[in-house]
């Protein structure tokens, strides 16, 4: 969302098209099946517009979109208010960054919340920039503030969170932000279960990871690893205080290797060249990773 566009309200027709246009995707992406699935967009301190319950995202109308205040009331619109508006209002006062959320059933990541299997790290270069770690919030009967609560523990490291056994929630700065991270995690995750079925998934040794993160520091993307000591390059422990003290454990992929935390010396001697030697292959990967944000944001 832009600056322009917050505060126009309620009935601002162009925002109303933009959640039906993201329905669209939503659905045409097999990501939201039948009435599946929630969007929504702040655009003003004290409203937000989002889809209505039992309604196909496919097929909305401008018309559709309705508006609630922060606490879930019910503000305007002919169709009644989805009840995981709740999950979204939650994520928003928490976040105050974040103007958009879009929450849905995409089927490769919803298989990892079905299985309760945590998303391997150290594995694809741009998902290790673009989103590190997405954290397994435990379930919950949807609908309910209970639910809604069960995102907390992990809304200050993450944009995307896998929901258990339901689905996932991602969000950012504006509904095309939000939506894309969607699309790259059940994209990776479809990977991850081909890779599976090849039988073998390859992890990035400590000085790759170190480069990725570094990289990730220049292009300005924040993560968790940062700001952890404690935290393991590519052991899914960032969350581990919503875990209740322990990493979750992975069932169907091998364990990822443990090497120290980004703040802390490296284990080996060749992780010590990160940022030095031959730069050309880190300026390459800059270069593609630069071309797609830019592409991205033109669109």
């Given at each position: 969302m832009t600056d322009t566009q917050w505060g126009r309200g309620i009935h601002d027709r162009s925002l109303k098209e933009e959640?039906?246009?993201i329905g669209?995707?939503?659905?045409?992406k097999g990501f939201a099946a039948a009435n599946d699935g929630n969007i929504s967009i702040r655009v003003g301190e004290n409203e937000v517009l989002c889809s209505p319950t039992m309604i196909c995202k496919g097929f909305m109308e401008p018309e559709d979109i309705c508006a609630v205040d922060m606490e879930g009331n019910?503000?305007?619109g002919r169709r009644r208010r989805t009840s995981e508006v709740l999950l979204h209002l939650t994520i928003m006062k928490h976040r105050p960054d974040v103007k958009a959320v879009v929450h849905c059933h995409p089927p490769h990541a919803t298989a990892f919340a079905v299985a309760g299997e945590p998303i391997p790290q150290c594995v694809l270069p741009e998902v290790e920039v673009f989103m590190g770690e997405v954290p397994l919030a435990p379930y919950e009967t949807p609908g309910g503030q209970d639910f809604a609560d069960?995102?907390?523990?992990?809304?200050?490291g993450s944009s995307t969170i896998i929901l258990a056994s339901h689905?996932?929630?991602?969000?950012?700065k504006?509904?095309?932000d939000a939506y894309w991270k969607t699309e790259i995690l059940d994209s990776y995750c479809r990977i991850l279960l081909l890779a599976k079925q090849l039988g073998n998934v390859n992890y990035f040794d400590e000085?790759?990871?170190?480069?990725l993160l570094d990289l990730k520091k220049r292009l300005g993307f924040d993560d968790p690893r940062f700001h952890n000591d404690d935290c393991d390059l590519c052991g899914n422990t960032a969350f581990i205080d919503g875990y209740g003290g322990a990493p979750l454990t992975a069932q169907a992929f091998p364990p990822a290797p443990t090497f120290p935390g980004y703040l802390q010396a490296p284990a080996t001697a060749d992780a010590l060249g990160t940022g030095g030697g031959n730069p050309e292959p880190a300026d390459e990967l800059v270069s593609a990773i630069t071309d797609q944000v830019m592409?991205?944001?033109s669109q």
């Open positions: 959640i039906c246009e669209r995707r939503v659905y045409d019910q503000i305007a069960t995102v907390i523990p992990f809304l200050k689905g996932t929630v991602s969000f950012g504006d509904l095309v000085r790759q990871t170190r480069e592409a991205a944001l």
